[in-house]
C-alpha cells in the first residue's frame, strides 16, 4: 500500500512562490509515477505536474509550464513542486498521488491508485 502526505501549501501574493512537498511511502514499483493535480472551487480536478521517477522525465500543464518544477530526492521517496510566479487562478487544493509504471496518458486522474490528502494553495492579488 502506497501512501502520500502533501506539505508546503500556505497563501501568498501574486508573484510569490511556494514549494511543495510529497512523501511516499510504500513498495516503489507502485508509484513509479507521481503527478500533481489541483483542484479549485467548482471546477475538475486538473493534472498540473508529473514526473516519472526512473528517468526523471517531467510534464507540464499549459497553464503552469514555466512557472513550475517539479524534482524529486535521490531515494525517490519525496517529490517536489516549486511553484514560482504563482497567480490567483492558481488558487486550489493540491494533491499528490502516483501510480505503477504505465503509458496511459498522465493528466488523467482515474489512472492513478494512490492519492495524498491535498494541500492548500491560496494566492492573493
Known amino acids: 500500500q502506497v501512501q502520500l502526505v502533501e506539505s508546503g501549501g500556505g497563501s501568498v501574493q501574486a508573484g510569490g512562490s511556494l514549494r511543495l512537498s510529497c512523501a511516499a511511502a510504500?513498495?516503489?514499483?507502485?508509484?513509479?509515477?507521481v503527478a500533481w493535480f489541483r483542484q479549485a472551487p467548482g471546477k475538475q480536478r486538473e493534472g498540473v505536474a508529473f514526473?516519472?521517477?526512473?528517468?526523471?522525465?517531467?510534464e507540464y500543464s499549459d497553464s503552469v509550464q514555466g512557472r513550475f518544477t517539479l524534482s524529486q530526492d535521490n531515494s525517490g521517496d519525496t517529490v517536489y513542486l516549486q511553484m514560482n510566479n504563482l497567480k490567483p487562478e492558481d488558487t486550489a487544493i493540491y494533491y499528490c498521488?502516483?501510480?505503477?509504471?504505465?503509458?496511459?496518458?498522465?493528466?488523467?486522474?482515474?489512472?492513478?491508485?494512490?492519492w495524498g490528502q491535498g494541500t492548500q494553495v491560496t494566492v492573493s492579488s
Open positions: 498521488t502516483a501510480r505503477p509504471r504505465e503509458s496511459s496518458s498522465w493528466s488523467l486522474a482515474v489512472t492513478y491508485s494512490y
Open positions: 510504500g513498495p516503489p514499483a507502485s508509484r513509479a509515477q
Open positions: 514526473i516519472a521517477l526512473a528517468d526523471r522525465a517531467t
